[in-house]
């Protein structure tokens, strides 16, 4: 059981289901039937699994160099080559299942875990760190469509707005780790950027999101998000100068939440 529990924790089971949830979504706004919404939600969860897996086995040396007893393969609860066994099994099955739902949805899916993959085999030590929330988060309202009886991709609009909350959501999750990850030797945007540039930026880009949002939308509704989403930013700006890095975390989640919330919206006014 403790072993079982350690995979599910290297799984980073709240984003992972989080996306999943967030595509469903859109794809229920956007009218697409149940089935195809469930096969896309099995599909899609099993892809940000493999993804969840890999980077905590991927980074497995540098966590226990840096003593994160909070990861389980570095405190030696679960062996790394079950992790590795799960990631690739995850991976096959999720982009050989992707093909069940359509040619323009397996392809799709394919890009958004390539990318993840990516990130943690080397974009996440590099300057084009956000490159892979980008892509990945950009994609997301169009998955569900991209399986509908009549695939199609979502707006640029929206589309524009999915890759502001994905890369805003990188630069926050980066905050509490800044540190050990330097000392680490790790060099991605954020790192390059520093902690208050991260945040500064991670809120400019969330505000930058909710203003296309509002365009997109069309309607006085919209303003109060877009209201939230400043009033949210100017906080997380304040609390960034007094180095209070969790505190900006959980703002930029709430940020990012409250336009999810909108991007939903917009797919069900379509």
Not at 123 to 145: D, Q
Request: aromatic share 6%; net charge positive; with cysteine.
């Amino acid at each position: 059981m403790r072993m079982l529990a350690g995979l599910a924790r290297t799984a980073h089971l709240g984003p992972c289901l989080a996306i999943t949830v967030l595509t469903v979504l859109v794809g229920v706004a956007s009218g697409v039937d149940a089935w195809t919404l469930l096969g896309v939600g099995i599909v899609v969860l099993l892809g940000q699994l493999s993804i969840g897996w890999s980077n905590d086995v991927i980074d497995a040396d540098r966590d226990r160099a840096a003593q994160r007893t909070d990861k389980p393969i570095a405190a030696g609860e679960v062996a790394p080559r079950l992790v590795w066994t799960a990631a690739l099994v995850s991976l096959t099955v999720a982009l050989v299942s992707s093909l069940l739902l359509g040619i323009w949805f397996a392809v799709a899916h394919a890009v958004t875990v390539a990318a993840g993959w990516a990130y943690n085999l080397w974009l996440k030590r590099s300057w084009a760190s956000g490159i892979a929330f980008v892509v990945s988060f950009g994609l997301l309202p169009s998955l569900a469509r991209l399986a509908g009886d009549t695939p199609r991709l979502a707006t640029v609009g929206e589309t524009l707005a999915a890759a502001t909350i994905g890369f805003s959501v990188h630069l926050a999750n980066t905050l509490p780790d800044l540190d050990d990850d330097v000392r680490a030797g790790v060099r991605g945007l954020p790192h390059l950027l520093g902690r208050r540039g991260t945040a500064a930026i991670g809120f400019i880009t969330l505000i930058a999101g909710a203003v296309v949002l509002t365009v997109e939308i069309g309607h006085p509704v919209a303003l109060v998000g877009l209201a939230l989403v400043i009033v949210i930013g100017v906080w997380g700006l304040v609390a960034s100068l007094h180095r209070a890095t969790r505190l900006v975390f959980r703002l930029v989640v709430a940020a990012a939440l409250l336009l999810a919330v909108e991007l939903v919206v917009v797919s069900a006014l379509r």
